[in-house]
């Protein structure tokens, strides 16, 4: 029949394109043996490289231990902020453990487990650029990584600004540090444990951080895909095991420092 | 005195970007001749309004941003249910982006075979396929290596923009240094530059030589 | 198959931001060109110069313009110039990689088309009275840009597609930046980016289509 090769055709190419529905992603990773995180190697001290560029820090770490609790080998996928969700969904990683704000937009797209960690945001300047509290950011050339919640609280309040100041947006961390060292910009809103870090790796003698940024505490989550929920459980159960056996808070000052880890209770709520 | 960072296992480092960098490039290249040999005899024998479907294809891989192509291809195999590693998908859009150059550089170079010269073969009863592959394929080679040589350094280069899809190439290992090393942005980048230079240099100069010695025999 | 939901409605209500984009885009794009072919004519007359200094520029030049990939040369113009206290917005160090860029294959490009007007007619235009000056831009010049033309138009739908790579130096109102930045709210990356796919398209085709009309004015006899 003239048919048949076309059928053939067609029903290999629906062979070719159709993954086995069976096991969930959960199943997957544990069949395969490896754990494929992604992370930000431009954030220290929660993502960085070594002296021998291995990927180093406190979500390095965080996705080690959840290799090992699920007993496969993890494998770092480095991903810039704006990529770690496009990662996720283009199947490049399994689990994302990059400092992700849970924001109710990027729910829509993926499935975030409970708090892992906690920022608040300062402001990180050039010692040169006469910039001592938030409010002296009106006016003044700033930037961020696009995307990112501290970026979008920026802009939403050089809006209601209205001055003539000026939004940047980058694709990496590093960027955003590079210009305001070199001078493309004046300022940036960053999270505080990754400001000071910066200030103190003496990589750079221009910066300096002046006062909190009022924006509300930014929670970060573990994600996965928002279908997943077999995987988006035991992640939830995993970072709750973080922190009771004491692990979260042996992270925090093996990477950030001495005194209590940030408290992850989200005051008069449920999670 | 010049003081830096960079040490080498930093350099060692570079030198597996640009291993990268040049195994896309082999494929891109392979793959791509080899479509764009096919695409563009298509398009050079067949009559015009029969490959104008294929010719508006192959339009858009030239007249829309790589970087473009290559976001769209890496969202969209994803869509598609399908698993691809940043490295296959960059192997896979940058040979079909040269097959489209490649296909012109082959109509380019069949067309100019002057056709009296081809009607002279046949007539001393040669066969189609004799003619492509003793007259034709010799005659446009002329003109098509020094052009292909150009794509070959082109593609290389545009191998610079699978670093926006996760692929650790020379460009892309030369950012992860200074994002460690962050005082010495331009040292590092020339380290860069100049290894890109070392490897094209040398294939231009080539290309340019080959081009003098076609021209000097017509 | 799909097991993806398309959202084209939110893709499409941003389109007047993304021609907005367009315009940026085609407007560092001709800027671009306009400069590149400036400064590519002053390196093409470099390069048959015998002062060792105006080659040398020439042939530095052409050879680190051609032979380094766009990205690099425009990541050179922003982070490395402002290592060295240059100080770049966005906008300029896009604009400076690709004339960059620009300049170094026209002037290869003019270097061709220069050789391809006759000796003779120089040496005609100076017995009429014309001086080195005039002879050059009044007589070869033209003639070259119609040996040229073709080339030339190829380049500048190669400026077209560089200027997608200004997002990487934190551009964020050309056409690739605006779809950039609509992505990493949404995280709809297929739908923006295609809409930008086919705007590029269709900036190229309307270039094109200038340029041959163009040629079609200037240059019939």
Redesign the interface.
Known sequence: MKWTPLVATAAFL?M????PAFADKLDDIIASGVLRCAVV??FPPMG??D???NPIGFDVDTCNDLAKALGVTPEY???PF??R???L????ADVGVASTSDTL??A???GFSIPYFAFTNVVLTRTDAGIETYDDLKGKKL?SV??TFEA?LLEDDMKTWGSSSTF?????Q??V???L????IDATVVTSTVAFATVNSG??TNLKVSGDAPYPVDYVSLIGLRQEYGLLNYLNLFVNHQIRSGRYQELYNKWVGEGAAPNLLIPGSYY | MFHTAVSANDLWFLAQGAGWTLLITLIAMVGGTVLGVVFGVTRAVLPGWTTLPLGFLLDIFRSVPLLIQLILANSFIPILGLRATPFAVSCVVLALYTSAYCAEIVRGGVLAVPQTTRRAARSLGLTWWQDMTEIVYPMALRVMLPSWIGLTLGVMKDTALVGWIGVIELLKSSQILITRMQNEPLFILMIAGLIYFLISFPISRLGARLERRFREND | MFNYTFHWRPALNALPQMLQGALVTLQIAVLSMVIGIAVGVVLSVFSSSRNKLLYGIYATWVEVARNTPALFQIYMAYFGLGQLGIRLDSFLALLVGITFNNAGYLAETFRGGLRAVPQTQTRAARSLGFNAYEAFTLIVLPQMFRAVFHPMTNQMVWAILMTSLGVVVGLNSDLTGVTQDLNVRTFRTFEYFAIAAVLYYLIAKVVTLGARLIAWRLFRY
Do not use: H, M
């Open positions: 629906t070719l394109t159709v993954p190697l431009d960085s490289r002296t021998s560029n996928v480095e991903t704006p990529d969700i496009p990662a969904v283009s199947g490049r937009e990027r829509k797209t993926i930037g696009a995307g979008i940047q947006g980058f694709q990496a590093a960027d540090f590079q210009a060292s070199q001078g493309q990589n750079f």
